[in-house]
């Protein structure tokens, strides 16, 4: 961890914790976390949560914001059972979730409907953290760092536009939800490799950007994981549905950013 950018610790719910269930579990976090005054904490509730999770933070004086788990590229028209950009924000949604590669590999979005989406959450001045990462047969193949440059490249010149105010997330696929985690210094490579792409564009962007790790991140191993100079957070999946649990992550890089 970089000590000259504020570490961000993102919970991605998903398909859990979408009703009543979800003003406890933000709440829990705000109330874990209120002493870690150092880190971004942000929580990934479903769509049916989004604006109920934000008004229970809000009306206790949180600092913990929300994440939306994805968005269309679209404004608005007939698009049946999509979610804009600007119905996020009236949500009270400061955050968006683009790129993850669940979406990816269920869903069919390719590097362009993700661009397409990273671009649509800029102009609504909604913050994109963007996803990339390699599933376990382009990791058997060798093609890890390919594969993470394409997804990167693609999106890169969106984040360009205005430095730091989106962030980039790596998940390894072969990671996520299996309980295996990448090695900090194998987390490492992949993460400077993108600080490097990001050099390329500038020396702006790359110290600006925020890039976090995702992939089985938890209290017992997050502060091996975000010692790595190029890791600025994570993108925590199971362990965020436990505030306890979540906010020990949260501890984690307190601790580091001090």
């Known amino acids: 961890m970089n000590k000259s950018r504020r570490p961000l610790i993102a919970g ?3 398909m859990n914790a979408g009703g009543r269930d979800a ?18 904490v942000v929580v990934g509730p479903p769509f049916t949560a989004l604006a109920g999770a934000a008004h229970a933070l809000e009306s206790t004086g949180s600092a913990v914001t929300v994440a939306a788990q994805n968005m269309s590229a679209e404004a608005s028209g007939a698009f049946t059972g999509e979610v804009s950009a600007s119905m996020l924000k009236d949500s009270g949604v400061t955050w968006v979730i683009l790129g993850h590669s669940e979406r990816r590999a269920l869903y069919a979005e390719t590097d362009e409907i993700v661009t397409r989406k990273v671009a649509a959450a800029i102009a609504a001045r909604l913050r994109p953290i963007a996803c990339c990462g390699e599933t376990l047969e382009e990791r058997e193949a060798g093609r890890t760092m390919e594969v993470v440059e394409r997804q990167v490249r693609a999106f890169l010149p969106e984040l360009a536009k205005e430095p730091g105010f989106g962030v980039i997330a790596y998940e390894p696929v072969w990671a996520i939800g299996t309980g295996k985690v990448a090695k900090p210094e194998d987390a490492q490579a992949v993460h400077a490799m993108i600080r490097g792409l990001l050099w390329q564009s500038s020396e702006t962007l790359a110290h600006a950007t925020r890039i976090l790790y995702g992939g089985s991140m938890k209290g017992d191993n997050a502060a091996g ?13 199971g362990a965020s549905l436990d505030a306890a649990g979540f906010a020990k992550i949260a501890a984690a890089a307190q601790e580091l950013a001090r």
């Open 12 to 14: 991605n719910w998903k």
């Open 23 to 40: 003003l406890g579990l933000a709440t829990g976090v705000a109330k874990a976390s209120a002493a870690y005054d150092a880190v971004d």
């Open 225 to 237: 994981l975000l010692s790595q100079p190029d890791i600025d957070g994570g993108l925590v999946g």
